[in-house]
C-alpha cells in the first residue's frame, strides 16, 4: 500500500484556509530575508492536505502485449489478458475497467463464470486467482498457487463450479471455484494412456466435456493424443493418436464428432463411433505438387466448428496455416469455411486469439454464430459473419492510440462548450465507411453520465506528423479530429541528396504542441527543427502557405577555465568559430537550407485546421539545426516565440514577419549573471548523434550517461531517441583514442534517426546515488547557480516560454505585453513588447521588442511561469476571440479583431499596482511580486532528484503548483505561499516514456502514457476520488439466464441427457478426498476472510447454487411433465384404439378372425 505523507502548514492547520503574507511565513515556503513587498498583500488560501488524493481513474488505449481473450456470451463483456499482469474488460462504451495482478505475471487464460459477475484468471506464475465483478473495481477474491506442476490449460463448464486445470506434465486436476481449493480426484497422465505407451503425451492443451454427456471429458494433449475420460466411472472411453501435434480441439454441437487443429497446418474431423482413423483429414492451405506431396504449411493454432440454424453448412473458422511458400509476403491470416466458401482476411498484426460470439451459451445447442473477435499484437477487430462479405465492427474504444507511436501529448480541462461539437462534426467527415450496420456486439455493463462533468480534450503527437484530438469528457476517450502536418511539406524524392536520405525516416514526428482553445489557434513543433501554425475554418480554403526560414546558430560557449582549453588541444583550432556565410568555402550544401521543403503552390485545404505559416531553422557550416526545445503563442498579440539550446526567436504571425532572433547570450545584454570567456574554436566541429548513434561507441555513451539531465534531455526536450543533444563538445577520457570519437557528422546525413516515441522508451531514470562521484554523474545532480557547477558541454537553452502582461522593468507603472523566457542555467529573462493599440498599425507599424535587462535566477532549469493577481486568481494571457477566417465577409460589418485581456491591474481593483509571478524549475519555486521584482516566497522543492513537469492548475475553486518528479513522487504546493499540501511516492520508477507525456491540467486531474499503447489517467483531487465510483461504469447487470431448448421426446426418451451428472458427488471432499497440501496454496483475497465469504456467497454462494438448483429442477419437472403427457396420450390412444378393434371383432367367429 502506497503511503503517502501531507505536511501540514503549522500556521494554518487549525482553520480550513490560511492566509499567505510575507511576513508569516511557514518553514516549507519561507519568505525571503529583506524582501521589500507591499503590506496589502494577504491572500487567503483554502487548500489544505485533505484536498488532494491521488487515485488512478482510467486507462484509454489497446492493452500492452495482450496475450488471451475471453467473452461472456450473457452478460456480454469482454476480457483480454496482457503479459504484464494487466486485464482489460470491455462493455458498452463507457463501460472499461482495467486491473491488474499485483505479481505482474503474465495472464495465460481467462475463464468467466457465465452470467455471474466473476472471472478466473491463470498466470505464468501458476497461480488460479478469482475475481469478483460485481462491483465497479474488481477485486480478488481468492487465489490458488500450484507448487509443484505448470497451468497450461483451463477449462470451466457452464453453469459449473468445478474448474478443470490441465499441467505440463499432463496431469488434470479438478478446482472448486466457491473454495478455491483441489479437489481429490485427478486424472493422471498415466491412466490416461496406454499402459503400452512408452513416451510422455506432453502437456494438456485442451480440455472440455462433451455436450452430449457433461460427464465424459476429452483431455488433448500436446503429442497428438486425445483421451476420453469417463468421469463417473474414471476410465478412459477411447483414445485417438495422431502424429502432428494438437494445437486446439473444437466439439460438433451435437458431441458426436470434433475437429482438431495440427502443426503441419491440417485439420482433422473425428467421429466417436470410429476413432481409429479421422473421417476427414484436410489441408485448407495446402496444395498437391506434381511429385504428389503436400505443401507445407503452418501450424492451424486454432479452430472454431460451429453450426448455423439458417445453413445445414457448418462454419469452420481457423487461424493459420498457409503454405511456408505463400507466407512469406503475406499478413497474418483468419480464414473463414462455410460450404465450399473459403474467405481469407488478411491481418495488419499477428493475431493472439479469436474468440466465435454465439446467442446461446450451452454447448449442446445450434451455435448460430454472429461475430468473429479477433485480438492482434497491435489491434482489436470484430468481425460480422451475418453479412457475405465479412465486414467488421466500428471499434467504440480508443484502441488506435498508437496507429503511429505516440511522441508527445497534451491535456485541456475546462475547455470552451463548443469546441467539442466543432471538431466532432469536421472530425466525423474523416471516418472510414464500409463498417457493419449492426450495433456493437460487445454491449454488456452500465454506465451513465456523472453529474460532475465538463468539456475535456487530450492532444497527442505521433511520430508520422499526425496531431489526435480526442474527446476526453466523463473519464471516457472519442477520437475527434485528426491532423496530419506531413501534408504541409514536399514528399521527399529518392535521390535528391538530402530529401533521399530521408524517405526511410520519420522527418515529421511531433515533439510538441501548443494550442488556445478560446481562439483555435493550434501550433505544432516538429523534429525537423519547424513550427506550423494552423487556423480554424469551417469552410474549405485554396491559400499558399507561408514560410520562414531562420538561421538560429550562435557559438558562443558557456565558461571554460584556460587551463582546461590547454588540456584539452583536440578542441583548439586556429581558424574563425563564426557561422560562415553561405556558400563561402568550407560550407556544407546544406548551408541556407531547412531541412524540409513546404509546398510553394496553393493548397486545398478541408474545413478544419489549416496551415497558415511554416518557420523552419536552416543548415549553418553543414549542420543541421538544433531541435526545438520551447514554444509559446499568443492569439492577442500575433506573436509567437520558440527557442532551442543557441536562442530564441520571436515572429509575427499577422504581418509574417520575423522580429528576433538572437543568441541565448544577447538575451542578457549588460546583465549576465555569468563571466563567460570564449573557448578556442575546433577544428572539427561536431554536432552529437541521437541516442540511436550513440550506442555505436560505448565510450560516447557512457560519457552521454555521466552528464546531468538538464532540460534539453528529459523536460520534454531532446528526450526522443530520435533528438539531438545539444551537445558541442564533449571532454576529454584519458587514454582514449580521440580519433573516431571525435568524427563529425557529414554534411549529407539528415539531423534525425528513426522517429521513436516517447512509449518505446524504456530506460529508466537514476533517482537515488550512495557516492559524491556517483551523485555527481546521476540524473539528480544538483544545478548550482555558481559559475563552477554550469555544466560546459551544454549551451544555455531556452526551456520555457510564456506570453502575458506583466510589468517589463522595475520602474513601470503600467504592465504591457511581456515575454517571459526561461533557460536551462534558471535563468529568467524579461522582454518587454510595445503593440500598435489600433487594429489597422497593427498589420502594418513594426513591433518592437527587446531585452530589458531584469535578469532573475533559480536552481535548475526553469520549468514553468504563472501569474496571479493579488488576491490569488489566476491571470489567463490574453486571447483573441475566435473568428472564421474563410467565412463569408459581410459589408455592413467590417471583421474586426475582438480581443480579451486579464491584465492584472484589471482583475483586481484593490491592488492595482502590481501582480504575483510563479516561477518554477527542476529544482525550486518562488513567487515574486511584480514591479518590484521582490521575492516573496522560496521554496527547495527537491535536492536529490529534479522535476520533471510543474504546472499551475485550479483545484476546489482555487490554485495550486502540482510537480511530477524524476523519484516518482507527486507534490502539490499552495500558491503564493508554497506550503507543501501533498507528496505521494506514486511511481516507483520512471522512464523516459512517462517523462515525456506526463502532464497536469485543471480539476484535478493528470495523464502519462503508461505503456507504448495505453494513455493513464489520474487524479490528484480528493473530491475527483471520492466521485470516481459514480462515474464509473458497471460491469456486472442481473440478467436471467437463457433457458435450454426444450429437447423432443423421442431424443430425451431414448437417448441424450437421460443420466444427471452430478460433480458434487464425484468431486466433493466425501467422495475423492481432500488433495495434497503441497501441491497447491490457498491464498485469501486482500478483502479478507470474512469479506471474501459475503462476497463469494454474491458471486457463486447460496443465491446463486439455489437459483441454478431450481432451474435445473423446474427443467427436469418439465421434463417429466412433457413425457408424462405423451405417455398419456400414447396410452388413451393405445386403449381407444383396442376399444375399436374389440367392438369390430366380438361378434364374428373365431374361423372368421
Known amino acids: 500500500m502506497k503511503k503517502f505523507r501531507k505536511v501540514l502548514d503549522g500556521l494554518s492547520s487549525s482553520s480550513p484556509g490560511g492566509v499567505a503574507s510575507p511576513s508569516c511565513g511557514s518553514a516549507a515556503g519561507t519568505p525571503t530575508a529583506h524582501a521589500p513587498t507591499p503590506q496589502d498583500i494577504h491572500v487567503q488560501e483554502t487548500l489544505v492536505s485533505e484536498n488532494f488524493q491521488i487515485c488512478k481513474t482510467v486507462r484509454h488505449g489497446f492493452p500492452y502485449q495482450p496475450t488471451c481473450l475471453a467473452f461472456d456470451p450473457v452478460q456480454k463483456i469482454l476480457a483480454i489478458g496482457s503479459r504484464t499482469g494487466g486485464i482489460r474488460i470491455l462493455g458498452r462504451p463507457g463501460v472499461d475497467c482495467y486491473s491488474q495482478h499485483e505479481s505482474g505475471a503474465a495472464v495465460l487464460q481467462l475463464q468467466f463464470l457465465i452470467n455471474e459477475g466473476a472471472l478466473v484468471t491463470a498466470c505464468a506464475d501458476d497461480t488460479l486467482h478469482l475475481w469478483n465483478l460485481r462491483q465497479r473495481r474488481p477485486a480478488i477474491l481468492h487465489s490458488l498457487k500450484f507448487n509443484r506442476e505448470r497451468i497450461t490449460f483451463c477449462h470451466l463448464p457452464f453453469q459449473s463450479k468445478w474448474l478443470y486445470v490441465g499441467t505440463e506434465r499432463g496431469n488434470t486436476h479438478i478446482v472448486n471455484i466457491e473454495s478455491f481449493v483441489l479437489s481429490g480426484y485427478v486424472i493422471m497422465w498415466n491412466k490416461a494412456i496406454e499402459l503400452a505407451t512408452k513416451a510422455h503425451p506432453g502437456p494438456v492443451v485442451h480440455l472440455s466435456d462433451s455436450p452430449k454427456d457433461e460427464g465424459k471429458l476429452l483431455i488433448g494433449f500436446e503429442s497428438g493424443t486425445v483421451v476420453q475420460w469417463d468421469l463417473r466411472a474414471k476410465k478412459v472411453d477411447f483414445r485417438i493418436y495422431y502424429d502432428e501435434a494438437i494445437h486446439s480441439v473444437s466439439w460438433h454441437h451435437e458431441g458426436k464428432q470434433f475437429m482438431c487443429s495440427h502443426s503441419d497446418g491440417s485439420l482433422t474431423m473425428w467421429n466417436l463411433r470410429n476413432t481409429a482413423r479421422p473421417i476427414q483429414i484436410t489441408y485448407p492451405h495446402g496444395k498437391i505438387l506434381k511429385d504428389g506431396r503436400k505443401e507445407s504449411c503452418k501450424p492451424i493454432l486454432k479452430v472454431e466448428y460451429k453450426t448455423s440454424r439458417n445453413s445445414s453448412e457448418p462454419y469452420v473458422i481457423f487461424s493459420g496455416g498457409l503454405s511456408y511458400d505463400k507466407s512469406g509476403g503475406r499478413r497474418p491470416t483468419l480464414t473463414i469455411m462455410h460450404g465450399k466458401a473459403i474467405t481469407v482476411l488478411e491481418m495488419d498484426h499477428p493475431i493472439v486469439e479469436f474468440l466465435v460470439l454465439c446467442d446461446t451459451p450451452y454447448s449442446n445447442e445450434v451455435q448460430d454464430p454472429y461475430a468473429v473477435v479477433v485480438l492482434l499484437e497491435k489491434d482489436f477487430i470484430v468481425v460480422d459473419l451475418t453479412q457475405s462479405n465479412f465486414p467488421i465492427f466500428e471499434n467504440p474504444y480508443p484502441m488506435d492510440i498508437h496507429e503511429s507511436p505516440v511522441t508527445c501529448t497534451a491535456y485541456f480541462a475546462e475547455c470552451p462548450p463548443d469546441i467539442i461539437p466543432i471538431l466532432y462534426s469536421i472530425g466525423a467527415k474523416q471516418k472510414k465507411t464500409g463498417y457493419s450496420h449492426k450495433e456493437w456486439p460487445v454491449s454488456g455493463g452500465t454506465w451513465t453520465l456523472g453529474s460532475q462533468t465538463y468539456p475535456e480534450i487530450i492532444v497527442t503527437g505521433h511520430a508520422d506528423g499526425t496531431v489526435k484530438f480526442w474527446d476526453a469528457s466523463a473519464i471516457t476517450l472519442q477520437m475527434l479530429y485528426k491532423l496530419k502536418t506531413s501534408k504541409v511539406f514536399e514528399k521527399p524524392k529518392v535521390g535528391e541528396g538530402r530529401a533521399g536520405e530521408l524517405v526511410e525516416e520519420d522527418p515529421y514526428a511531433v515533439q510538441m504542441v501548443s494550442w488556445c482553445p478560446h481562439s483555435r489557434l493550434f501550433c505544432v513543433v516538429g523534429i525537423s527543427a519547424h513550427v506550423i501554425l494552423y487556423r480554424f475554418s469551417k469552410h474549405d480554403a485554396n491559400t499558399q502557405i507561408v514560410s520562414l526560414e531562420v538561421r538560429l546558430q550562435f557559438d558562443s560557449e558557456d565558461v571554460i577555465s584556460p587551463s582546461e582549453a590547454e588540456n584539452n588541444p583536440c578542441f583548439s583550432d586556429p581558424s574563425s568559430h563564426s557561422p560562415q556565410p553561405p556558400g563561402s568555402p568550407g560550407s556544407g550544401t546544406q548551408d541556407s537550407l531547412p531541412c524540409l521543403k513546404v509546398k510553394n503552390r496553393p493548397v486545398r485545404m478541408p474545413p478544419g485546421y489549416q496551415a497558415e505559416l511554416v518557420v523552419q531553422l536552416q543548415w549553418v557550416d553543414g549542420e543541421p539545426p538544433q531541435q526545438i526545445t520551447s514554444l509559446d503563442i499568443n492569439s492577442a498579440y500575433g506573436l509567437l516565440a520558440f527557442g532551442n539550446c543557441n536562442g530564441l526567436t520571436v515572429v509575427d504571425f499577422l504581418q509574417k514577419t520575423i522580429l528576433m532572433c538572437m543568441g541565448t547570450l544577447d538575451l542578457y545584454g549588460a546583465a549576465d549573471p555569468y563571466q563567460r570567456l570564449t573557448r578556442s574554436p575546433r577544428k572539427n566541429r561536431q554536432s552529437t548523434s541521437g541516442l540511436t548513434e550513440l550506442s555505436d561507441n560505448q565510450v560516447s555513451m557512457d560519457m552521454e550517461r555521466s552528464k546531468s539531465p538538464t532540460s534539453d534531455h528529459v523536460n520534454g526536450h531532446c528526450t526522443s531517441p530520435t533528438s539531438q543533444p545539444c551537445s558541442v563538445g564533449k571532454p576529454r577520457i584519458t587514454g582514449v583514442p580521440e580519433g573516431p570519437r571525435l568524427t563529425r557528422r557529414g554534411p549529407g546525413r539528415p539531423p534525425f534517426r528513426k522517429a521513436q516515441s516517447a512509449a518505446c522508451m524504456e530506460i529508466s531514470l537514476p533517482v537515488s546515488s550512495h557516492t559524491e562521484e556517483s551523485r555527481e554523474n546521476s540524473f539528480s545532480r544538483s544545478r548550482s547557480s555558481s559559475v563552477s557547477s554550469i555544466d560546459r558541454d551544454t549551451k544555455e537553452s531556452v526551456t520555457t516560454l510564456q506570453f502575458g502582461e506583466s510589468y517589463g522593468r522595475k520602474g513601470d507603472a503600467l504592465p504591457t505585453a511581456c515575454l517571459w523566457v526561461g533557460t536551462s542555467l534558471g535563468v529568467v529573462l524579461l522582454l518587454p513588447i510595445s503593440i500598435p493599440t489600433e487594429e489597422e498599425e497593427r498589420m502594418e507599424e513594426p513591433i518592437t521588442m527587446g ?275 405423451l405417455m398419456m396420450n400414447s396410452a388413451e390412444t393405445f386403449s381407444t384404439h383396442a376399444h375399436q378393434v374389440m367392438l369390430k371383432q366380438k361378434d364374428k367367429k373365431w374361423y372368421q378372425l
Not at 475553486?957 to 507528496?983: E, K, Y
Open 851 to 1125: 531585452p530589458s535587462g531584469t535578469v532573475l535566477m533559480l536552481k535548475g532549469s526553469v520549468l514553468r511561469f504563472a501569474f496571479l493577481d493579488c488576491g490569488g486568481a489566476l491571470i489567463q494571457s490574453p486571447y483573441e476571440v475566435w473568428r472564421d477566417p474563410n467565412g463569408p465577409e459581410d459589408p455592413d460589418r467590417p471583421r474586426r479583431r475582438k480581443l480579451v485581456n486579464f491584465s492584472p491591474s484589471s482583475s483586481q481593483e484593490a491592488c492595482s499596482d502590481g501582480h504575483l509571478a510563479v516561477v518554477c524549475s527542476e529544482k525550486q519555486a518562488k513567487v515574486i511580486l511584480m514591479p518590484t521584482q521582490a521575492v516573496l516566497f522560496t521554496h527547495n522543492i527537491t535536492e536529490s532528484s529534479f522535476l520533471l513537469r510543474a504546472d499551475v492548475v485550479s483545484v476546489c475553486n482555487s490554485v495550486c503548483l502540482a510537480c511530477f518528479c524524476a523519484n516518482g513522487h507527486i507534490m502539490t504546493l499552495s500558491l503564493p505561499s508554497l506550503r507543501p499540501l501533498m507528496d505521494i511516492n506514486y511511481l516507483p520508477l520512471t522512464d523516459l516514456r512517462i517523462a515525456r507525456t506526463f502532464v497536469f491540467t485543471n480539476g484535478g486531474q493528470a495523464l502519462y502514457l503508461s505503456s507504448p499503447t495505453e494513455i493513464q489517467r489520474l487524479t490528484y483531487s480528493q473530491e475527483m476520488t471520492d466521485n470516481l465510483q459514480d462515474m464509473l461504469g458497471e460491469l456486472f447487470t442481473p440478467i436471467e439466464t437463457p433457458e435450454a431448448q426444450n429437447k423432443g421426446f423421442l431424443k430425451g426418451f431414448f437417448g441424450g441427457n437421460a443420466q444427471t451428472f452430478d460433480r458434487e458427488e464425484l468431486f466433493g471432499e466425501a467422495a475423492a478426498g481432500k488433495a495434497s497440501r503441497s501441491l497447491a496454496q490457498h491464498i485469501p483475497g486482500p478483502m479478507g476472510l470474512e469479506n471474501m465469504k459475503t462476497a463469494a456467497g454474491g458471486v457463486v454462494g447460496d443465491l446463486a447454487r439455489a437459483r441454478i438448483a431450481l432451474d435445473q429442477r423446474g427443467e427436469r419437472l418439465g421434463e417429466l411433465e412433457e413425457r408424462t403427457a
